[in-house]
């Protein structure tokens, strides 16, 4: 399916790829971002969506018409690509005590599992970054299961701790940092996930996979857990 290009705002073009699936559309996306870096775009130029990329542009634009013909011409070689970039694997402990999990009975219930077999299927998942976005360092994890998934609170929280790992509708996130929320908190990870003082100061980005493993109290609260 040929990508769609179009003016966004004043400094800006959306790609999209219509008629896809959500995979089929994020593994364009991969493909296009790997192809415009090639073409000189740096990455953070490159903001991958849902169902879109969007190009920041760093200078005046005088030719949109241009503009578009250009980035078009360095999609050509994505619907030919038939590989992805290979995906970094990042294990992130959770511990799932019930202070940072007020939500996890109602989520157990509904499954028709026992807490502990909820949380091995849990921790047996591999989710797929698809953006971030939200707040600094937040990640939106594709994988789970329809059994697993639960709508977002009617009312959202007026303060979610940071590190919370959190179910919204068939999406996992985890807060980076303490913010308002109406996701439903299954446990906290110690882990910090933005840090703008680091040289990549977010932990996750698009494409990288996760896959979470359960930690004690005791462990949370030391710090102490191989990753």
Aim: glycine content about 6%; overall charge negative; charged content about 20%.
């Amino acid at each position: 399916m040929t990508p769609s290009v179009s003016v966004l705002g004043d400094s800006a073009l959306r790609i999209v790829w219509p008629g896809l699936s959500d995979d089929e559309v994020f593994s364009q996306i991969r493909r296009a971002v790997r192809l415009l870096q090639a073409a000189g775009f740096q990455q953070d130029q490159l903001v991958p969506g849902f169902a879109s990329l969007t190009v920041m542009l760093d200078r005046l634009v005088d030719d949109w018409h241009q503009e578009v013909v250009c980035i078009e011409a360095a999609l050509s070689q994505v619907i030919a690509a038939s590989e992805d970039a290979p995906s970094k694997t990042v294990r992130i402990p959770v511990c799932f005590d019930p202070e940072f999990a007020p939500d996890l009975p109602q989520l157990v219930e509904q499954s028709q599992l026992t807490q502990s077999d909820w949380i091995d299927q849990f921790v047996a998942i591999t989710f797929q970054v698809r953006l971030i976005g939200f707040a600094p360092g937040f990640p939106y994890l594709a994988g789970l299961p329809q059994k697993f998934a639960m709508p977002r609170r009617s009312t959202p929280r007026v303060k979610v701790p940071a590190g919370s790992v959190a179910i919204g509708g068939q999406q996992t996130g985890i807060y980076p940092q303490a913010s308002p929320g109406g996701w439903n908190l299954i446990g906290r990870t110690p882990v910090i996930l933005f840090d703008a003082s680091r040289e990549s100061p977010c932990l996750l980005s698009p494409g990288d996979e996760v896959q979470f493993f359960a930690i004690t109290r005791e462990a949370f609260e030391a710090q102490r857990f191989d990753a």
